[in-house]
């Protein structure tokens, strides 16, 4: 059974539109990520919060907005979608230790047009 | 900053052949190192870690190996299968960073029956 749930799996918006990607984890973990994954970049790491009503900036924030309501709960939002926001994104959470593995979702791919 | 690069974008090879994949890193910090599989449709997921005191690592008959002096890091496989065709991402931790993950671009495996 899935640890790591993203809500929607897949989404075409438009340019300009507001669109919120959604994460459920049961893992009990302390962290939670936004990822980004783009041909020939790789994941880079978007915003991710190690408790619940706070969140951090990651390395390429531009753009997006995160909200953690709850442990089990993380949202990545874009208030006003681009062309340049079209890529797959991953949710993931982590405990809060020094282990670096990170449990991770299946994806959401946004096609923005 | 952290950066890791993988020069092999893609790795074409028949089944029971010899697989090897290099990565090397840059990092002022004191390092860790992962390496990520991700399998078509799935999110990536840990398949190894090195710490600099082991130097090396294995796991499901793959086996890493890091040097420090060349600030590189392997990842090899004596006789791939099918069913490893995959993504494999090279992942560095900084120590006191360990929940900022950075990613490789990442190497497509491909493996022909």
């Known amino acids: 059974e899935a640890a790591v749930t993203q809500s929607p799996r897949s989404k075409v918006a438009v340019t300009g539109g507001k669109v919120t990607l959604s994460c459920h984890q049961t893992?009990?973990?302390?962290?939670m990520y936004w990822y980004r994954q783009d041909t020939g970049h790789g994941l880079r790491l978007i915003h991710y919060?190690?408790?619940?009503?706070?969140?951090e900036k990651g390395d390429i924030p531009d753009g997006y907005k995160a909200s953690r309501p709850s442990q089990e709960n993380f949202s990545l939002i874009l208030e006003l979608a681009s062309l340049s926001q079209t890529a797959v994104y991953f949710c993931?959470?982590?405990?809060?230790?020094?282990?670096?593995?990170?449990?991770f979702g299946e994806g959401s791919k946004l096609t923005v047009l | 900053g952290n950066s890791v690069t993988q020069m092999q974008g893609q790795v074409t090879l028949s089944e029971e052949e010899f697989l090897f994949i290099n990565c090397t890193y840059s990092?002022?910090?004191?390092?860790?190192l992962f390496w990520y599989v991700q399998y078509p449709g799935e999110g990536p997921q840990l398949l190894l870690k090195?710490?600099?005191?082991?130097n090396k690592g294995s796991s499901r008959g793959f086996e890493a190996t890091y040097d420090k002096g060349t600030t590189s890091f392997h990842l090899q496989k004596a006789s791939v299968q099918e069913s490893d065709s995959a993504v494999y991402y090279c992942?560095?931790?900084?120590?006191?960073?360990?929940?900022?993950?950075?990613f490789g671009a990442g190497t497509r495996l491909a493996v022909c029956p």
């Open positions: 992942v560095l931790a900084v120590s006191g960073s360990f929940n900022k993950l950075t």
């Open positions: 993931a959470s982590s405990t809060r230790g020094t282990t670096g593995q990170l449990y």
């Open positions: 919060s190690y408790v619940a009503d706070s969140t």
């Open positions: 090195v710490t600099t005191a082991n």
């Open positions: 893992n009990n973990h302390d962290y």
């Open positions: 990092t002022t910090g004191y390092p860790t």
